[in-house]
């Protein structure tokens, strides 16, 4: 039976990054036997635009009929003077809510070609290969109450940092299956020494690990966390925090590999069924230019195809055909050095499918 596959190419470079996974997957249905079917549908600004929901309710039926969701990007200055509750980034937050995808794996690789672009010296982040796991439909972004009320004559601006046991239990359970199938570290990142529900987190973690013998389990408060991350990243294998300290610190891991425009993402549920984006934004000054990085969005389908269709064998050759063509000295210009020659988008899209035709 085919697997269905909805992609929300969104907005700025979206549908440009989105065209390129496209391709891959026409070679692998085409040359290796995948039977994939794809479906587009509008998401964020552009879906604003055409009917005044950043999610519209077709486009969050196709993502429930789906079996994985590949998303480009959302978002733009065009939106910014939107109302919250109608943002672009809006449709980002429903999605993950609505599909239940609490378990957001982001991995930050170094590529050694590309060793140089990062804002680290050589020896600090040769090798780095770090995963930071973060649980995204809790904690402070989805806590109640929050809003802006009047108390006492002024404003007054209030979210909710809250965190159940089975929240913490579940995302618990994925990181320390994750360190399991890597270098057996996990560090839990929590503010446990002011934040009572991160003591709570602190705890249940403690309680989880007898269950994990072969994982050593630290934790570390996420001030000195970050501070860590750009002084000496390859202490870490695998991170896991909450929702809004993840949010920081994958932006802050993502920038020691050099650009965020090769950086996939995988949120997934408790089925392993999930939504696919690069962690780079929509990057709307560079949108419609044939210059945007399309390595982030071609790697999220390797993830895609790795956790949620069971295709390890094509993932490995999606990321080998990669490395295969950066160490061809293929570049776009977020990653190019001043004196590398660059190439658009289309071009490096075509590298990758004629590398993955010659296997
Ligand atoms: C991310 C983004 C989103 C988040 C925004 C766009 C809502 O920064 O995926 O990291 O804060 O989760
Ligand atoms: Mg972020």
């Given at each position: 039976m085919s697997k269905k596959i909805l992609i929300l190419p969104g907005d700025g470079i979206g549908p440009e990054i989105t065209q390129a996974a496209v391709d891959v997957l026409q070679v692998l249905n085409n040359k290796f036997g995948l039977k994939v079917e794809t479906e587009t549908a509008l998401v964020g600004g552009s879906a604003y635009d055409d009917c005044g929901q950043p999610l519209p309710e077709t486009t969050l039926n196709l993502a429930k009929e789906a079996d994985a969701v590949l998303l480009g990007a959302v978002g733009g200055p065009k939106w910014e003077p939107l109302d919250i509750a109608v943002r672009p980034e809006k449709a980002l937050l429903g999605l993950r809510e609505e599909l239940s995808l609490f378990a957001n794996l982001r991995p930050a690789i170094l590529y050694n070609y590309l060793a140089n672009a990062s804002s680290l010296k050589y020896d600090r982040i040769s090798g780095l290969d770090l995963l930071i796991i973060r649980e995204l439909t809790g904690g402070i972004y989805f806590g109640k109450p929050r809003g802006v009320e009047m108390r006492n004559n002024e404003r007054v601006g209030f979210n909710t940092y809250i965190y159940a046991e089975s929240e913490i239990k579940r995302i618990a359970h994925v990181a320390f299956q994750s360190a399991q199938k890597r270098q057996k570290r996990l560090c839990s990142v929590d503010k446990a020494n002011v934040l009572e529900v991160t003591e709570l987190w602190r705890n249940i973690f403690n309680e989880i690990s007898s269950q994990y013998p072969d994982v050593e389990l630290t934790h570390m408060y996420v001030d000195n966390a970050a501070m860590q991350l750009v002084r000496a990243?390859?202490?870490?294998?695998v991170m896991v925090t909450g929702n809004m300290f993840g949010d920081i610190l994958s932006d802050c891991a993502a920038m020691l590999t050099g650009s965020i425009g090769m950086l996939p993402s995988a949120s997934l549920d408790a089925n392993n069924k999930g939504m696919f984006e690069p962690i780079h934004g929509s990057a709307p000054d560079i949108a419609g230019n044939n210059q945007a990085n399309p390595i982030a969005t071609v790697l999220s389908l390797a993830m895609l195809l790795r956790?949620?269709?069971?295709e390890e064998t094509l993932a490995v050759k999606i990321e080998e055909a990669i490395d295969a063509v950066l160490a061809n000295g293929y570049r776009t210009a977020d990653i190019a050095l001043a004196d590398e020659k660059s190439v658009g988008t289309t071009e490096m899209s075509q590298a990758i499918v004629s590398e993955l035709l010659k296997v």
């Open positions: 990243p390859k202490q870490f294998d956790y949620s269709l069971g």
